[in-house]
């Protein structure tokens, strides 16, 4: 999904939600929309394999 598509999906999720349903979601969306998705998944992504790297070297180690 280009950035365009991704603003549009947005622009029309805002527009459809209640503000005094959801006030900070509403206020959330303009800059959840200026967030580069594919960037955010990969340093996500990234996060998780390191935790899981540091959890594995920590873990005693045990005869198979």
């Known amino acids: ?8 999906e947005h622009e029309q999720l ?12 509403v206020r959330l969306l303009p800059l959840m ?7 955010d998944f990969e340093f996500g992504l990234d996060l ?8 594995v070297d920590a873990s005693p180690a045990t005869d198979a």
Do not use: W
């Not at 805002?14 to 979601?25: C, D, H, K, Q, R």
């Not at 929309?33 to 960037?39: L, T």
């Not at 998780?48 to 959890?55: E, F, S, T, V």
């Open 48 to 55: 998780l394999i390191a935790g899981l790297r540091a959890k």
């Open 1 to 8: 999904v280009g950035n365009r598509d991704h603003r549009a």
């Open 33 to 39: 929309a200026e967030c580069d998705a594919e960037v």
């Open 14 to 25: 805002a527009g459809s939600l209640s503000p005094t349903e959801f006030p900070n979601l």
